[in-house]
């Protein structure tokens, strides 16, 4: 498709449950976000990848969360053990060159924890 | 304190009328600065792109940016109800690839 495609859309997990959330960005893509947007609040930065080398996680908020883009295009968002604070929409965003440029955004997975 | 202040709104206005967003922020290193408008269960998509100071129009949207103030501006003329949505300012510095985004402004136009 044309655009940044995250998979699933919604997910519902038990407390302690592991997720894995997939982001296909934009064909050709350089650079690669994750970020975890809390109701009523702005995006708020995870992570990125330039090609398949992860640059900066620090905003990773625990050692739960774990990001991988292997093969320098689909990346998928892993959350162990999941808490209710996790509840959120990841949202992954692409862009064409590796410099400070227009981030493309997808329509978000939206995790809630019970 | 967050680094990036933003009104949350909701902001209500009638068809037609003009629009100011804002935001206030802390860290003098930014140097990028956009808006992003994002609908209801939607990403946010990009309206407008500045980096340093200045203003940049493009349609019915103009961005300005005042770093003496650490304050940036977007207006909206001649709003539409499709305009409705929440507008979120970011920014970032050279040295980080990372936005950070304000929490939003919620905005409605009444028909």
């Known amino acids: 498709g044309a655009g940044v495609s995250q998979s699933p859309r919604y997910k519902v997990a038990k407390r302690g449950q592991d997720v894995a959330l997939r982001c296909d960005p934009i064909s050709g893509h350089v650079s690669l976000f994750w970020y975890q947007q809390a109701l009523g609040q702005g995006p708020e930065f995870l992570t990125y990848f330039q090609n398949e080398a992860q640059l900066d996680k620090s905003g990773l908020p625990s050692d739960r969360f774990f990001a991988e883009r292997p093969e320098g295009s689909v990346s998928t968002l892993k959350i162990q053990r999941t808490q209710q604070e996790d509840s959120a929409v990841y949202l992954c965003?692409?862009?064409?060159?590796?410099?400070?440029?227009?981030?493309?955004f997808g329509e978000g997975s939206r995790l809630t924890v019970l | 304190q967050k680094e990036v202040e933003q009104d949350p709104g909701p902001l209500s206005v009638p068809e037609g009328a003009i629009v100011s967003l804002n935001c206030t922020y802390s860290n003098s290193a930014f140097q990028y600065f956009m808006w992003y408008r994002q609908y209801s269960r939607k990403g946010p998509e990009l309206l407008m792109y500045?980096?340093?100071?200045g203003n940049k129009e493009d349609g019915r949207f103009t961005a300005q940016v005042d770093k003496s103030s650490k304050y940036i501006s977007l207006f909206i003329r001649d709003s539409q109800p499709s305009d409705s949505a929440t507008y979120l300012c970011?920014?970032?510095?050279?040295?980080?690839?990372?936005?950070?985004f304000g929490s939003g402004t919620r905005l409605q136009v009444q028909p």
């Open positions: 970011a920014m970032s510095d050279t040295g980080r690839r990372a936005l950070t």
């Open positions: 965003a692409s862009s064409l060159d590796r410099y400070t440029g227009e981030l493309f």
């Open positions: 500045t980096y340093s100071s």
